[in-house]
Every structure is written in structure tokens, then in C-alpha cells.
């Protein structure tokens, strides 16, 4: 357990409408990520952060965006969430080996 | 050619099998080798982690490194069927730009 915790568990939003999902992390790690993971599709990165206020994209950013104020805590913001965004979110950090550690995942399901 | 490649299943066994699990990859730099499991709605948990080429073992668990062949596997000994679920591969440079298999799903027949 690396002390990651996910909110909310699950949401339902309407089209159009912004989502905010927040990772926190207890152990100041310097490296959090934000992962989707769809069927066919595995984890992809979204977006990660390499310190407070220092973030870059992944590979599916388009329509994300994050922002970290604080070591501990990760937010990843659908500016209008769209439904081929329904998907479950992980957060992640690196632990002091080089290995990665995932959250509980957070379910959006996007109507 | 996919940068990590997993055979998705599902692989069915009986209760006390050997599994073995296995992933390909392409890309030769590759430092950092892991597996997770992760259980229906679950998030994914680390069970192995590897550096460089070279066996692991933890319990009923043995992680394989092959960097030559660029192969990994995942051997689980006396198979449960609390082992029933789907097992990622990761690799990843220097501990950053992690990259993950499709995963593969594993069902233990009691």
C-alpha cells in the first residue's frame, strides 16, 4: 500500500459538464501519474507530474488537463467531459526503486 | 510492432496448476520489469518487480527476465483459484515512461 487514495470512487456527469478527480498521496513521492484504462486499450497515460507545479502530457491528453499545487495531492480536470471519456481513472506514483504503485481507480461514467 | 506485447486469454487451470505468464517487448533499453495483478474493480497491485535480466522469487511467484530475447514471465506455482485475474506486464526505463501490457486473464478452477 502505497498510501494513494482516490475521490470520488465513482461519478456520473452529463455531457459538457467539468469533472475534477483528485489523487492523494501520503509518502511525498515526487512522480504521480493519471492512467485511463479501457477494454482493448489497457492502462494509458494521460498526463504526469515530476514535482509541484511541473506536469507533462502522456499519450491521450487531449481533453485533460492537471495541476499540482502540493506534493501530495494530483487533480486531473475534464474541462467538458465528452462520453468517450467514460472510462476508470488511476493514479499512480513511483516508488523509491523505480517501481509504480496505483490508486483504487475512480469510475466516470459520462452521459 | 506493439512496444509490449501479452497474450489477452482467457487462460482457464485447475486448482494447483503451474501458470505461466508471459510478455514480449521491443524495445531494448528497457531497465525495469514488473507484474501486477488486479482483481475486477480493483486497481492494479504490484506483485513483482525486476531489474535488469534475472529470476525473482516471492512465495509462489517467480518473475522471469530474459533481455536478451526481450521475453519476461510470470510463473505461479500450486495455482488458488484467489489467483484467478488478470496479470499486466510493465516495463519501464530508468523507473519513468512506464509502458504496460494488455494484460492477461487467468481463471483457477477449483
Known amino acids: 500500500d502505497a498510501g494513494i487514495t482516490q475521490s470520488p470512487r465513482h461519478k456520473v456527469t452529463e455531457t459538457g459538464t467539468p469533472v475534477t478527480l483528485r489523487c492523494h498521496q501520503t509518502?511525498?513521492?515526487?512522480?504521480m501519474y493519471w492512467y485511463r484504462q479501457d477494454p482493448g486499450h489497457g492502462l494509458r497515460l494521460i498526463h504526469y507530474s515530476y514535482g509541484v507545479k511541473d506536469t507533462d502530457k502522456g499519450e491521450v491528453s487531449d481533453g485533460y488537463s492537471v495541476s499540482r499545487s502540493k506534493t501530495e495531492d494530483f487533480l486531473l480536470t475534464l474541462e467538458s467531459a465528452t462520453s468517450s471519456q467514460t472510462s476508470v481513472y488511476f493514479c499512480?506514483?513511483?516508488?523509491?526503486?523505480?517501481?509504480?504503485?496505483f490508486g483504487p481507480g475512480t469510475r466516470l461514467t459520462v452521459t | 510492432q506493439k512496444e509490449v506485447e501479452q497474450d489477452p486469454g482467457p487462460l482457464s487451470v485447475p486448482e494447483g496448476a503451474i501458470v505461466s505468464l508471459n510478455c514480449t517487448y521491443s524495445?531494448?533499453?528497457?531497465?525495469?520489469f514488473m507484474w501486477y495483478r488486479q482483481y475486477s474493480r480493483k486497481g492494479p497491485e504490484l506483485l513483482m518487480y525486476?531489474?535488469?535480466?534475472g529470476n525473482k522469487e516471492d512465495g509462489r511467484f517467480t518473475a522471469q527476465v530474459d533481455k536478451s530475447s526481450k521475453y519476461i514471465s510470470l510463473f505461479i506455482r500450486d495455482s488458488q483459484p484467489s489467483d484467478s485475474a488478470t496479470y499486466l506486464c510493465?516495463?519501464?526505463?530508468?523507473?519513468?515512461?512506464?509502458?504496460f501490457g494488455p494484460g492477461t486473464r487467468l481463471s483457477v478452477l477449483p
Open positions: 509518502e511525498n513521492h515526487r512522480y
Open positions: 499512480a506514483i513511483t516508488g523509491g526503486a523505480g517501481e509504480q504503485y
Open positions: 524495445n531494448s533499453a528497457f531497465q525495469y
Open positions: 510493465a516495463m519501464s526505463f530508468y523507473g519513468q515512461n512506464f509502458v
Open positions: 525486476t531489474y535488469s535480466s
